[in-house]
Nanobody, 124 residues
Framework: QVQLLESGGGLVQAGGSLRLSCAAS???????TGWFRQAPGKEREFVAG????????YYADSMKGRFTVSRDNASTTVYLQMDSLKPEDTAVYYC??????????????????WGQGTQVTVSS
């Protein structure tokens, strides 16, 4: 079993920044870690992902240039640095692991383990 714990969410003004953390414990081996978000009344959407083998990162188009995903190999923690935040970034942010294989997965169904989420609220 793997447990994921997100932290770092909060309330920030538009244009501000937040850094989210995703700490994994237990059976932490994975090929990819992804970040997703879900706003009220909307479907969960892909934000960014990172491949553990080489640290390669990929993003949803609307997040490119504003969000940066990174990892800490020593602690199996993944970060999501969010800059130039907009009110439409308001959502619950989740991290997720894909245990095996994958080819730059972007769908929630391609990830098997999820954290409980952390709320990000951006005020205008």
């Amino acid at each position: 079993q793997v447990q994921l714990l997100e932290s770092g969410g909060g309330l920030v003004q538009a244009g501000g920044s937040l850094r989210l953390s995703c700490a994994a414990s237990g059976r932490t081996f994975s090929t990819y870690t992804g970040w997703f978000r879900q706003a009220p009344g909307k479907e969960r959407e892909f934000v960014a992902g990172i491949r553990w083998s080489d640290g390669g990162s990929y993003y949803a188009d609307s997040m490119k240039g504003r969000f940066t995903v990174s990892r800490d190999n020593a602690s199996t923690t993944v970060y999501l640095q969010m800059d130039s935040l907009k009110p439409e970034d308001t959502a619950v942010y989740y991290c997720a692991l894909r245990r095996f294989g994958g080819n730059w997965p972007r769908s929630a169904t391609e990830f098997g383990a999820w954290g409980q989420g952390t709320q990000v609220t951006v005020s205008s």
